[in-house]
């Protein structure tokens, strides 16, 4: 049974910073590419940011590029996302992804992201 746990979302004001994590167990992911999505409530689901589970190849939406960051520990099956400067279009539940060939098939449950201006 795949799992994809997601944490570190919150309530940060504007400007502040967050560290969301997603740990991944139930198989190996070295070949698995792992990603981050957001969705705002009647709006759908957004890209954010990717990466191969060996870390290269990092990829990301343009409106996070620059202030955004995303990372994975393999010793610790986590990737994370580190976010910087966050604006309150930011404000999503953000959700971790995991994908081998095609589209993404495994997702976390989603963590809840809140800025205040």
């Known amino acids: 049974q795949v799992q994809l746990v997601e944490s570190g979302g919150g309530l940060v004001q504007a400007g502040g910073s967050l560290r969301l994590s997603c740990v991944a167990s139930?198989?190996?992911?070295?070949?698995?590419?792992m990603g981050w999505f957001r969705q705002v409530p009647g709006k759908e689901r957004e890209f954010v940011a990717s990466?191969?589970?060996?870390?290269?190849?990092?990829y990301y939406a343009d409106s996070v590029k620059g202030r955004f960051t995303i990372s994975r520990d393999g010793a610790k099956n986590t990737v994370y996302l580190q976010m910087n400067s966050l604006k309150p279009e930011d404000t999503a539940v953000y959700y971790c992804?995991?994908?081998?060939?095609?589209?993404?098939?495994?997702w976390g449950q989603g963590t809840q992201v809140t800025v205040s201006s």
């Open positions: 990466i191969t589970w060996s870390g290269s190849m990092p």
């Open positions: 992804a995991a994908r081998s060939l095609g589209d993404y098939k495994y």
């Open positions: 139930g198989r190996t992911f070295s070949n698995y590419a």
